[in-house]
């Protein structure tokens, strides 16, 4: 699903920013560290978020990574997810690693969002 | 609407992630050139673009810019769209030379897709 390109742009310290759709059906963008797993994308967030609110009621989202070194290159995903929990935060402390050199604050109610893509959008790839 | 902290993430060389709905009410996000108008956010795009075609059946919009110094620092604007026709490219124009230092290319069919937020969500500001 995802070409060498696509995947350097995950696997760099880049940022995803995601869409989720409100009660209201209007669409919702926040930024989250991302990571592949296999052909999923993976991020995590809290119970009672605005993201984990949003999807629970609908599952559908987009993510754009936008990848740091050349803004204009940049990936775009789209799918649905499944919500697991993730109570030592196994994920966050991953990601924070990967981000941030260090440990993340132990936090409650962890969960890992995963994307299954259905369409994948690379724009400004070498 | 906005603080000193807020237009300085729009002032800047930071590229925004709009997010609009696509036909089946999925979320669709791609990266954008933005600046200030007063309190309006403005990009621009090319009509029949899918941003375009998404915009005009759901005028709804959520768009977050990054920090490119410090990309914990995030904006998020959600709001309505208006568009005008830019036949001349005056805004694509003007962004090009914003974000890149020279003219964009001639190109047929520019518009101005203008946000009136009606919430804006700003983290990470110092």
Chains 1, 2 share one sequence.
Do not use: C
């Amino acid at each position: 699903m995802f070409t060498d390109s696509t995947r350097a742009v995950f696997d760099g310290k880049n940022f995803g920013t995601v869409a989720t759709l409100n009660a209201d059906g209007s669409p919702h963008t926040s930024v989250v560290w991302v990571r592949l797993d296999g052909d999923d994308v993976l991020f995590s967030t809290l119970r009672g978020r605005k993201k984990d609110r949003n999807l629970a009621r609908d599952q559908r989202v987009s993510i754009t990574v936008v990848d740091h070194e050349n803004p204009y290159h940049y990936v775009e995903v789209r799918g649905s997810v499944t919500i697991q929990d993730d109570p030592a935060g196994e994920l966050i402390q991953e990601l924070s690693q990967k981000y941030f050199g260090k440990p993340w604050k132990h936090d409650e109610g962890r969960i890992i969002v995963r994307i299954s893509p259905e369409h994948v959008y690379e724009r400004g790839a070498h």
